[in-house]
């Protein structure tokens, strides 16, 4: 009897955690990054997609954040690694680029 609880148990056990994997899988994939906190191709990042490490090393090699929706850069602040469309990059070539300092940080 308690073996086939145990292997009652073990199958439900085995279909919930396959149901759990399936379903963070499919709801979220984190862009590949590099030690600076920018993805490898350059691509943008998804809201949410820097951590706290990422935007330490991103601020210790003097990098702003760039919204590429409204063209705007932050050295830190609220929206510093925030915005849903945006990637790390120096100030010069932010500049070179064509964005605009932001205003308030």
């Known amino acids: 009897m308690k073996r086939a ?3 009652v148990l073990t199958i439900c056990s085995a279909i919930v955690f396959a149901a759990a994997q399936q379903g963070s899988s499919t709801s979220q994939a984190p862009a590949a990054t590099t030690q600076s906190g920018a993805t490898q191709s350059g691509a943008t ?8 490490s990422d935007l330490a090393a991103a601020k210790a090699a003097h990098k702003v954040w ?3 929706d409204t063209g705007i850069y932050h050295k830190g ?26 205003k308030r940080d």
Do not use: E, H
Request: with cysteine; charged share 25%.
């Open 5 to 7: 609880i145990c292997i």
């Open 45 to 52: 990042q998804p809201k949410g997609g820097n951590s706290a």
């Open 66 to 68: 760039v919204n590429l």
């Open 77 to 102: 602040g609220r929206w510093y690694g925030k915005t849903k469309n945006g990637k790390f990059m120096t100030v010069d070539d932010a500049k070179k680029a064509g964005y605009k300092a932001a």
